[in-house]
């Protein structure tokens, strides 16, 4: 994908937001966390982010807080961890975690939008310690092994399966 551009010059912030103050829960205790498949425009193609806590590949994702809807979380989660701006095409359903309680610290429900990338920008809030990169559907699929609930995002959306 082209049209990288400055985050300054858009008006974009720079930080993410950190902290559990603001964090959502269910009823079961669980995280909420709102996430995007971000696709490329011809749906070949979605954008990956290295995880921060272990190695390997997940999508953009994180807590879906008080002050915002889910879609604005899953937006602003697109901006700060893989630096993207999204058009948010629908609505991909709740996915319950699907890993061992040992395997996660906390128990989260997922929130998940399919999303086509509209920019993509050189500086982000975390460009600092992630990387991006663009996968075929059988490429992060094969990515996501370890986070079946990731997996199943990604089944839900449109991506061409190639």
Known sequence: MSG???????????ESRVGRSKQRYNSKG?????????????????????STRRKGWVLPKGGW???????EA??????????ITIQVEYELGTIEELRPPKMSKEQSQYHFFQGTVQSQYEEWPE???????????TQAIEALSTRPELQEALNRSGIKRL
């Open 127 to 137: 460009s600092h310690k992630r990387e991006r990169q663009w996968f075929t559907f």
């Open 4 to 14: 990288s551009k400055t985050a300054e010059a858009n008006g974009r912030s720079m």
């Open 65 to 71: 807080e008080i002050d915002e809807s889910c879609q």
């Open 30 to 50: 669980f995280r909420l966390v709102a996430g995007v498949v971000p696709l490329s425009p011809d749906l070949e193609y979605v954008l990956l982010i290295q």
């Open 74 to 83: 899953a937006v602003r989660e697109a901006w700060e961890e893989a630096g």
